[in-house]
């Protein structure tokens, strides 16, 4: 008896690259292309380091024997992990976390996938995470339990919409793929090649994130930084403030070897839709806006790309007389907010409609 195949989607295969273009990270694909050479240099290290073993008849370094058999290796630690989530996760269906499964079913459709990826919920102990991979053609999506608790004050829909929608980015953007994985799999023994990879990569997905639910980046980075119940008292802005006013060396280093991205970076990143996230230097750019907007007013645009969207323009007569001239002047033009593009779905007696955001 084989596992029950992920149900398919109404959706043209490959109609998510389009989407992929905008989204994805300037740089990402150039550090893949770093990752994946060094990935090959070491695994020709390794066979070198086999045959002059054999050769002088000793045990050769366990580093080089795990590269060689990395295709085993891979293979076989993604189909571990798939099994440990069927058999202790709670899997999501229309009738259990409803919800959640509709938020999953709208971003595999919105993203452009051709099925929906299979998603469990686990037990997280207090830890807010969650995670995407595949085994063979399958992927599917984990999500700690903390994140959909609906306790009190603490339940935030819209920061589970985020979380969800970056970890499919993470499945429409390639990130999981066997022979992506495979391909990079040596480069994360080396010094910040593996770990710039993933950061590239968790900057794609949180643009996922934001253009299939906008309204839930602040709330899901604030859960980030606070926990379910303090969350919802962080200042985002200030934090955002606070990645351009945060310099030093160890910064820099505790960035460049983690596998995400400063937590104060990625929601200046969030923030500031002009700019990818930065990789390996602090952002420098002051406020998107020069003066802070209300935290009661102030929205983040929901578009694709990184554009700002602008604010309402006042009128002349509305401005000091020192002021107008200038703005008339030198004030950019409009830029249309671009929505993310929505794909229907058949509505069912037991599944969600689908909304865009």
């Known amino acids: 008896m084989r596992a029950e195949p992920m149900q398919v989607l109404p959706v043209a295969p490959g109609s998510q690259v389009p989407m992929r273009r905008y989204v994805r990270h300037p740089r990402e694909i150039l550090v893949l292309v770093v990752a994946v050479l060094a990935s090959l240099l070491l695994l020709v290290a390794a066979v070198a380091e086999?045959?002059?073993?054999?050769?002088?008849?000793?045990?050769?370094?366990?580093?080089?024997?795990?590269?060689?058999?990395?295709?085993?290796?891979?293979?076989?630690?993604?189909?571990?992990?798939?099994?440990?989530?069927?058999?202790?996760?709670?899997?999501?269906?229309?009738?259990?976390?409803?919800?959640?499964?509709?938020?999953?079913?709208?971003?595999?459709?919105?993203?452009?996938?051709?099925?929906?990826?299979?998603?469990?919920?686990?037990?997280?102990?207090?830890?807010?995470?969650?995670?995407?991979?595949?085994?063979?053609?399958?992927?599917?999506?984990?999500?700690?339990?903390?994140?959909?608790?609906?306790?009190?004050?603490?339940?935030?829909?819209?920061?589970l919409r985020f979380v969800i929608a970056h970890e499919v980015g993470h499945i429409a953007a390639g990130h999981v793929s066997y022979w992506r994985i495979l391909g990079t799999?040596?480069?994360?023994?080396?010094?910040?090649?593996?770990?710039?990879?993933?950061?590239?990569?968790?900057?794609?997905?949180?643009?996922?994130?934001?253009?299939?639910?906008?309204?839930?980046?602040?709330?899901?980075?604030?859960?980030?930084?606070?926990?379910?119940?303090?969350?919802?008292?962080?200042?985002?802005?200030?934090?955002?403030?606070?990645?351009?006013?945060?310099?030093?060396?160890?910064?820099w280093l505790v960035n460049a070897l983690a596998s995400h991205p400063a937590l104060l970076w990625r929601i200046h990143a969030l923030r500031d839709r002009r700019r990818p996230?930065?990789?390996?230097?602090?952002?420098?750019?002051?406020?998107?806006?020069?003066?802070?907007?209300?935290?009661?007013?102030?929205a983040l645009p929901a578009m694709v790309g990184f554009q700002p969207t602008p604010l309402p323009q006042p009128t002349a007569s509305a401005l000091p007389q020192s002021t107008a001239p200038s703005l008339a002047e030198g004030a950019p033009a409009p830029v249309a907010r671009t929505a993310a593009p929505v794909v229907p779905l058949p509505t069912t007696s037991g599944e969600p409609s689908l909304r865009h955001e």
């Open 185 to 251: 799999f040596a480069s994360q023994w080396v010094p910040f090649v593996g770990t710039t990879l993933s950061r590239a990569q968790e900057y794609t997905a949180d643009n996922y994130g934001h253009a299939l639910a906008p309204e839930g980046a602040r709330s899901a980075m604030a859960t980030l930084a606070g926990g379910k119940y303090l969350g919802r008292s962080v200042d985002v802005d200030a934090m955002a403030d606070r990645a351009v006013t945060e310099p030093g060396f160890f910064v």
């Open 50 to 159: 086999l045959s002059a073993a054999a050769e002088e008849q000793r045990a050769p370094d366990a580093y080089a024997v795990v590269l060689v058999l990395g295709p085993l290796v891979v293979w076989f630690g993604r189909g571990q992990l798939w099994a440990q989530q069927r058999l202790t996760g709670i899997k999501l269906t229309h009738g259990q976390f409803p919800e959640a499964y509709g938020m999953l079913v709208d971003a595999a459709a919105r993203s452009g996938l051709a099925y929906i990826p299979d998603a469990y919920v686990v037990l997280g102990n207090g830890v807010i995470n969650a995670a995407a991979s595949g085994h063979g053609f399958r992927r599917f999506v984990v999500v700690n339990s903390d994140l959909l608790e609906v306790g009190g004050a603490a339940r935030e829909p819209e920061a």
């Open 277 to 298: 996230g930065r990789l390996l230097w602090r952002p420098r750019e002051p406020w998107l806006w020069e003066t802070p907007a209300a935290p009661d007013a102030y």
